[in-house]
């Protein structure tokens, strides 16, 4: 079955630091990844998706890289602010309706 | 901005109630899902809906149901409360946009079973 692993449950860096959060997936090959923040109490919310054919995406301060050989994304912030802490959720998905997830990282950012 | 809403943020039932968590979207989704949340477990699908009156088992569908009647509203259906409900329960509905399905949660609904 398939497995998500999300790198060290919690992380924490220094303001204006990039952050690195890594996800590996093992058992299947998903067409598109994609990213989510959850802030506590809430749901998650869609952050960035990158698919296969595409090695590296970039919005605004975030990165993701996806790597198919592999089997993971990273997911960077750069210049990071106490405002970016939260748990972030990987998400490898295909096409179809079932979607798995990560148990997430959480990041706290340290002013 | 697509808008999905839950009847409630926090519901405390007793073991043995039947329970309704409602769910609606205000942006014509075809595809509806019902998440719980736990500590350590991460999200995990308990039962989605791809069209009106459609269901399909999620991950961990016993001792839950689901009924779909209009589009816009999807709705998790708990026969008989146990305390290994009490959960954050989490909705969310799909769209397909740049090359995925990326879904859209609710704030989620905390369900203490007593």
């Known amino acids: 079955s398939q497995k998500i692993e999300q790198n060290s449950e919690a992380l924490n860096i220094q303001e204006g630091k990039t952050a690195t959060l890594t996800c590996n997936y093992t058992?299947?090959?998903?067409?598109?990844l994609q990213w989510y923040r959850q802030d506590p109490g809430r749901g998650p919310v869609f952050l960035i998706l990158?698919?296969?054919?595409?090695k590296e995406k970039r919005k605004e301060r975030l990165k993701v890289t996806f790597d198919t050989t592999l089997k993971q994304s990273l997911f960077h912030i750069t210049a990071s602010q106490p405002a970016d802490s939260a748990t972030y959720l990987c998400?490898?998905?295909?096409?179809?309706?079932?979607?798995?997830f990560g148990t997430g990282t959480s990041l706290t950012v340290i002013p | 901005d697509v808008k999905v809403t839950q009847s409630s943020r926090y519901l405390v039932k007793r073991t043995g109630e039947k329970v309704f968590l409602e769910c609606v979207q205000d942006?014509?989704?075809?595809?509806m899902f019902w998440y719980r949340q736990d500590p350590g477990l991460g999200l995990r699908l308990i039962y989605f809906?791809?069209?009106?009156?459609?269901?399909e088992k999620g991950d961990i569908p016993e001792g839950y149901s689901v009924s779909r009647e209009k589009k816009e509203r999807f709705s998790l259906i708990l026969e008989s409360a146990s305390t290994n409900q009490t959960s954050m329960y989490l909705c969310?509905?799909?769209?397909?946009?740049?090359?995925?399905?990326?879904?859209?949660f609710g704030p989620g609904t905390r369900l203490l079973v007593l």
């Open positions: 942006m014509d989704h075809e595809n």
């Open positions: 998400a490898p998905s295909n096409t179809g309706n079932q979607f798995y």
């Open positions: 809906s791809y069209d009106v009156k459609m269901k």
């Open positions: 990158i698919r296969e054919n595409e």
């Open positions: 058992n299947y090959s998903p067409a598109y």
């Open positions: 969310a509905s799909s769209s397909y946009i740049a090359g995925g399905e990326t879904q859209y």
